[in-house]
T-cell receptor
Framework: KQEVTQIPAALSVPEGENLVLNCSFT??????LQWFRQDPGKGLTSLLL?????REQTSGRLNASLDKSSGRSTLYIAASQPGDSATYLC??????????????FGQGTILTVHP | GAGVSQSPSNKVTEKGKDVELRCDPI?????LYWYRQSLGQGLEFLIY????????KSGLPSDRFSAERTGGSVSTLTIQRTQQEDSAVYLC????????????FGPGTRLTVT
């Protein structure tokens, strides 16, 4: 059974800092890995999707890497801003058995960027 | 274009009542997923549809939960005889096909069982 772990559970940083969020998963048979953002009381916003054959994806100040063989991904946020404050979720799409693309989520990292 | 929509956005119901939650996927998306987000359990998969059929119902927590999809479009998640532990946010997502395609999420329905 796929399990996804995110570290740290919470992170508080001053504005302008670069930061790294970590995600690990137990089964390397994945189609892809997605990073999501969730604001309080809101739905999920997809930030980056990395296919299993890729090593990284970039969007603006965000960069996500994937090491499938070791079951790890990192989300790097450059020059953090208060507007980045949210919960960040990592999810993998399993490729094995009857999983058919269902996502398995980590518990999330709650990020607070203070001015 | 229009994204995934869900209704109602909030639902408060008494224990023992039945509720129906609706999901309208992005037009043309053949795959539709239901997830549940609760305080103690995080985000967990419930069921997925390919067209109108549901090959994987493994995440449904009990036989009080059922779902259907009609016309390859709208899906309804029904919870019978609601219990307090059913209180959660129910999220729906759709993607063009199953497998490794990006899933697009709706805003969710917050269910509170009193």
């Amino acid at each position: 059974k796929q399990e996804v772990t995110q570290i740290p559970a919470a992170l508080s940083v001053p504005e302008g800092e670069n930061l790294v969020l970590n995600c690990s998963f137990t089964d390397s048979a994945i189609y892809n890995l997605q990073w999501f953002r969730q604001d309080p009381g809101k739905g999920l916003t997809s930030l980056l999707l990395i296919q299993s054959s890729q090593r990284e994806q970039t969007s603006g100040r965000l960069n996500a890497s994937l090491d499938k063989s070791s079951g790890r991904s990192t989300l790097y946020i450059a020059a953090s801003q208060p507007g980045d404050s949210a919960t960040y979720l990592c999810a993998v799409t399993s490729a094995g058995g009857t999983s058919y693309g269902k996502l398995t989520f980590g518990q999330g990292t709650i990020l607070t960027v203070h001015p | 274009g229009a994204g995934v929509s869900q209704s109602p956005s909030n639902k408060v119901t008494e224990k023992g009542k039945d509720v129906e939650l609706r999901c309208d996927p992005i037009s043309g998306h053949t795959a539709l997923y239901w997830y549940r987000q609760s305080l103690g359990q995080g985000l967990e998969f419930l069921i997925y549809f390919q067209g109108n059929s549901a090959p994987d119902k493994s995440g449904l927590p009990s036989d009080r939960f059922s779902a259907e999809r009609t016309g390859g479009s709208v899906s309804t998640l029904t919870i019978q005889r609601t219990q307090q532990e059913d209180s959660a946010v129910y999220l729906c997502a759709s993607s063009p096909l199953t497998g490794g395609y990006e899933q697009y999420f709706g805003p969710g329905t917050r269910l509170t069982v009193t």
